[in-house]
Antibody, heavy 117, light 112 residues
């Protein structure tokens, strides 16, 4: 069974940093693109970043470029999102997702990040 | 960026009756590889999103056949042939043809 389990969320002050992790199991992690998508409270979905199987290609939404870094460790079957210079508008549930060859997204349960003083 | 526009915003439906949601993109979603990366997601209350349909009309594993997708180019439709109580939630279309990936604003399906 495919499992994606996010962790690392919590309360952080504006300007602070947080590192999210996504532990995967039930599939060959190194064979898939992976993605982070977020959802602000009561709002819709916003794509954040994608990373290729070998980490050689990364794409970001403009609003996080230069502040967030997506990475992966294929030996540990894990995906990460390093978030720096956090702002109130980054408050959201962050979902990890596996990206299939048809851009079919398999979603984790999410972890809540709250940026507030 | 490709803008995804969903209609209606809300869809009250009688149990057992059909429901239909439209999604329009601001430009063609046909990728250079010939595929159209348009997906439909369901988000039940308090739950993460769940993939229903990908590449316009392909049902994801475990998705009931009462869900179907159709369309081409810039106009797409999700249909639920007979709405059940467990179908209540918000439905999103999503394009993955071009970065940044973008989502529609969501359609809330509720029971009358």
């Amino acid at each position: 069974e495919v499992q994606l389990v996010e962790s690392g969320g919590g309360l952080v002050q504006p300007g602070g940093s947080l590192r999210l992790s996504c532990a995967s199991s039930g599939f060959t992690f190194s064979s898939y693109w992976m993605s982070w998508v977020r959802q602000a409270p009561g709002k819709g979905l916003e794509w954040v970043a994608n990373i290729k199987q070998d980490g050689g290609e990364k794409y970001y939404v403009d609003s996080v470029k230069g502040r967030f870094t997506i990475s992966r460790d294929n030996a540990k079957n894990s995906l990460y999102l390093q978030m720096n210079s956090l702002r109130a508008e980054d408050t959201a549930v962050y979902y990890c997702a596996r990206v299939g060859s048809g851009y079919d997204y398999y979603w984790g349960q999410g972890t809540l990040v709250t940026v507030s003083s | 960026d490709i803008v995804m526009t969903q209609t209606p915003l809300s869809s009250p439906v009688t149990l057992g009756q059909p429901a239909s949601i439209s999604c329009r993109s601001s430009q063609s979603l046909v990728h250079s590889d010939g595929n159209t990366y348009l997906s439909w997601l369901q988000q039940r209350p308090g739950q993460p999103p769940r993939l229903l349909i990908y590449k316009i009309s392909n049902r994801f594993s475990g998705v009931p056949d009462r869900f179907s997708g159709s369309g081409a180019g810039t106009d797409f439709t999700l249909k639920i042939s007979r709405v059940e109580a467990e179908d209540v939630g918000v439905y999103y279309c999503m394009q993955a043809t071009q970065f940044p990936l973008t989502f529609g604003g969501g359609t809330k399906v509720e029971i009358k």
